[in-house]
Nanobody, 124 residues
Framework: VQLQASGGGLVQPGGSLKLSCEIS????????VAWFRQVPGKEREGVSC???????DYVDSVKGRFTVSRDNNKKMSWLEMSRLRPEDTGVYYC???????????????????WGRGTLVTVSS
């Protein structure tokens, strides 16, 4: 399995970014795709997830601001982030697992592969 997140960058508070996740090496249509972020010195945390039926789940801190989507034919997922806050800063990763989104977001099920993350910095 290979996962590659991209699209990060520096953005001012209140701004927007769209992250992309490219997935290869598996039949992604059967998998939940989850997004995580990590700040140095802190545990990696779940942010958003979209399951095989395209049901979505978000942690409370990003609800109403982030939107997760997927395209199984393209083997891609996207995380659209708006009204960004400084506390959204971190390295963002995507993961694909045969698991429930709530289990992934809480890391009750830890993804076996993380791939390369992308840095998002929200700062003025």
């Amino acid at each position: 399995v290979q996962l590659q997140a991209s699209g990060g960058g520096l953005v001012q508070p209140g701004g927007s970014l769209k992250l992309s996740c490219e997935i290869s090496g598996l039949s992604v249509r059967h998998y939940a795709v989850a997004w995580f972020r990590q700040v140095p010195g802190k545990e990696r945390e779940g942010v958003s997830c979209i399951d095989a039926a395209s049901r979505t789940d978000y942690v409370d801190s990003v609800k109403g601001r982030f939107t997760v989507s997927r395209d199984n034919n393209k083997k891609m997922s996207w995380l659209e982030m708006s009204r960004l806050r400084p506390e959204d800063t971190g390295v963002y990763y995507c993961a694909a697992e045969l698991a429930r989104c709530d289990h992934l977001l809480t890391l009750w099920v830890r993804p076996g592969s993380w791939g390369r993350g992308t840095l998002v910095t929200v700062s003025s």
